[in-house]
């Protein structure tokens, strides 16, 4: 097995085995359910908001926009408007169905040669890629919004609207929130492309498989303690509504499953800020994608360019005039 993967997978293995061992032989409830929450939190926050204004401070003097489509020129030619915007409207427009649809991972494509006699380069659009990914995103977005419930009293009526519309299939006892396993399987789709395509392969690395290998441990664990499992619900919620107004307190009936599923999340949270997971922010900031394509019709000069003091040729001759002659080249004055 490659180790790129390997030695995520390992990592992942022995972070909930550190945390289940931890509360079930060494009774550290307080450290895993507590400390360490609040530490994975306070890095996440201070992380995302350092790597953000980095960013946001970052020079961006000229439009450097990537387009796949018409720029706005001649009155006769037709503009692509989402493509090639050359106003605050149009990137708005394109900024929103790439948050919301992942709109150029949609038009996406694959090159590959055929492996017959031909030996071809074709294309082909990579619709399975665009649908993992929205199942992805979308699964952990319902499920990280179910979650507010454990931390929210009263719960929020859209919470209870997002729960009941994931859980619409009723199957079995308790009902199947739909998200979970969508989660679930989405994520193990995008690691099975790292691993079995060949490109893909060959450009990843342990950072990219350390995320897919966390994600698919907090989603086992959860499902296993949500279908499979007895977890006292009532226990859990008292310790999340403590740590949430400063409050600690650790339940007695809750056993070291739930304590490794929220190392892993905790682990998440804090590898977040450090990990390419933080194109979340990142795209909102984007010049190739937040910026109108309107280099034509506008210029822009660089706000940060400074007096420079200019060598003149004039005082570049009065210096070198002497070395100019005794070498032959011309000169426009002999002194």
Request: proline residues 5%; contains cysteine; hydrophobic residues 50%.
């Amino acid at each position: 097995m490659n180790q790129r993967y390997l030695i995520p997978l390992t990592a992942v293995f022995l972070l909930f085995l550190l945390a289940y061992t931890g509360v079930e032989g060494l009774g550290l409830q307080v450290v895993f359910g507590v400390l360490i929450p609040y530490l994975a939190i306070a890095a996440f926050l201070i992380g995302f908001v350092i790597k953000v204004k980095g960013w946001a401070a970052s020079a961006v003097p000229f439009r450097i926009p990537t387009t796949c489509g018409q720029q706005k020129s001649l009155p006769w030619i037709k503009q692509n408007t989402i493509d090639n915007p050359n106003t605050s409207a149009g990137v708005f427009v394109r900024m929103l169905l790439e948050i919301f649809t992942f709109r150029s991972l949609f038009r996406n494509t694959k090159a590959a040669f055929n492996r017959n006699a031909s030996n071809k380069l074709t294309y082909s659009w990579e619709i399975f890629l665009w649908v993992g990914a929205l199942a992805f995103h979308y699964a952990f977005l319902v499920v990280l919004l179910r979650h507010l419930r454990f931390f929210t009293a009263p719960v929020p009526g859209f919470i209870q609207l997002l729960e009941n519309m994931d859980g619409i299939i009723q199957l079995g006892l308790p009902g199947l929130f739909v998200s979970g396993p969508v989660l679930l399987l989405a994520t193990l789709f995008l690691l099975s492309r790292r691993v079995l395509d060949a490109k893909v392969s060959y450009i990843s690395q342990a950072a990219d498989y350390f995320p897919l290998f966390l994600i698919i441990g907090i989603a086992a664990t959860g499902i296993a303690m949500r279908y499979f499992t007895k977890v006292d619900i009532i226990g859990i919620k008292e310790m999340t509504m403590g740590l949430v107004t400063f409050h600690p307190h650790i339940p007695e009936e809750v056993g070291g499953l739930f304590y490794g599923h929220l190392f892993l999340v905790s682990i998440l949270f804090a590898y977040f800020p450090m990990s390419k997971l933080m194109h979340m922010g990142g795209v909102f900031l984007s010049p190739t994608r937040n910026m109108a394509n309107n280099s034509r019709a506008k210029r822009h000069i660089n706000p940060w360019n400074y007096d420079v003091p200019i060598h003149t040729y004039e005082q570049y001759e009065d210096h070198f005039r002497d070395k100019m002659i005794e070498a032959g080249l011309p000169v426009d004055k002999k002194e």
